[in-house]
């Protein structure tokens, strides 16, 4: 009954922007199953009560559908499609502070050492008390004077069902300052930052704290991609979003993300989307917009 009545309220208050009145909880919406698309995956639990969505990050695919959520603990570039629609999904915004709170406040020995770095995106069913929480949650939307009091409880409340959940490792490794995800990720925030200029892995893995071998290996680990794979990566979606607003200036796109050669640019390009840049800014700008699921 709880995954019914979580359709019910995902449908009721679904908006354009995916955004509700409570502090990092979202809420998507798609009307029907589409051709891939590219984004940043945030870090976020997403789960889903209606329909099904695949997604690729590198060469790991993940698939989920109703009754089951997915954990993304770093921003990644992603790829996904819907597979089966109408899709209504509720998104919970991930901050480590947060997760950090809950693993200070767990009994001594409750929760299992951090390990080696899982990976960062990772996929498990719902559990009923999972679903619960997050219907509760929604229902505070009917009743706003109660937000600033309850919302934070739940919240809580559904941080500490993850962290003792399957995906759990993933979870708590987002808020353990001095975890191997925890460099990644700030190797991660860096190379998006400056994602324009070429780097060298060793000058990355010492910013990031680490040594250069155990750098590569754990960067590999949580991003399915090498450093250097995942900074083509972002550029080309950059590229992506500008050229959606300069679909004639190609060229000047690709150098702006960091390409010296044009016809590099367009290559990598065509094989990361499909088509060559000009052709595919065209078709992104006439398709009709529509609403996503989380």
Do not use: C
Not at 145 to 153: C, E, G, K, S
Not at 248 to 271: I, K
Not at 284 to 291: E, K, N, V, Y
Request: aromatic content about 6%; proline content about 6%; hydrophobic content about 45%.
């Amino acid at each position: 009954m709880s995954l019914d009545e979580l359709r019910t309220l995902l449908d009721r208050h679904a908006r354009p922007a995916m955004t509700t009145a409570i502090d990092g909880v979202l809420i998507g919406k798609a009307t029907r199953a589409y051709e891939s698309s590219t984004s940043m995956s945030g870090t976020v639990l997403a789960l889903i009560a209606q329909g099904a969505k695949t997604l690729a990050l590198g060469d790991r695919v993940y698939e989920y559908r109703a009754g089951q959520y997915l954990v993304a603990s770093v921003d990644l570039p992603v790829t996904g499609h819907y597979t089966e629609a109408p899709a209504l999904g509720f998104g919970l915004v991930l901050d480590p502070a947060e997760i950090a709170e809950v693993l200070l406040q767990a009994p001594a020995g409750s929760l299992p050492p951090a390990g080696s770095p899982p990976s960062a995106i990772a996929v498990s069913d719902a559990s009923a008390e999972l679903i619960d929480a997050a219907v509760r949650l929604l229902r505070l939307l009917e009743t706003p004077r109660d937000i600033p009091v309850v919302a934070p409880l739940i919240r809580r409340e559904m941080l500490w069902r993850l962290v003792t959940g399957e995906q759990g490792a993933t979870v708590r490794h987002l808020g353990l300052a001095d975890s191997s995800l925890a460099h990644v990720a700030r190797a991660v925030q860096w190379i998006r930052g400056n994602y324009r200029e070429s780097f060298k892995v060793d000058d990355v893995a010492r910013r990031a704290g680490m040594s250069v071998s155990a750098f590569y290996r754990h960067f590999q680990a949580v991003t399915a991609m090498s450093p250097i794979q995942f900074q083509k990566q972002i550029r080309l979606q950059e590229a992506r979003l500008m050229l959606a607003t300069r679909p004639n200036d190609v060229t000047g796109v690709g150098h702006r993300v960091g390409y010296d050669s044009a016809s590099q640019f367009s290559r990598e390009y065509r094989r990361q989307f499909g088509e060559p840049p000009s052709r595919d800014a065209a078709r992104l700008r006439a398709a009709a917009p529509a609403m996503s699921v989380p």
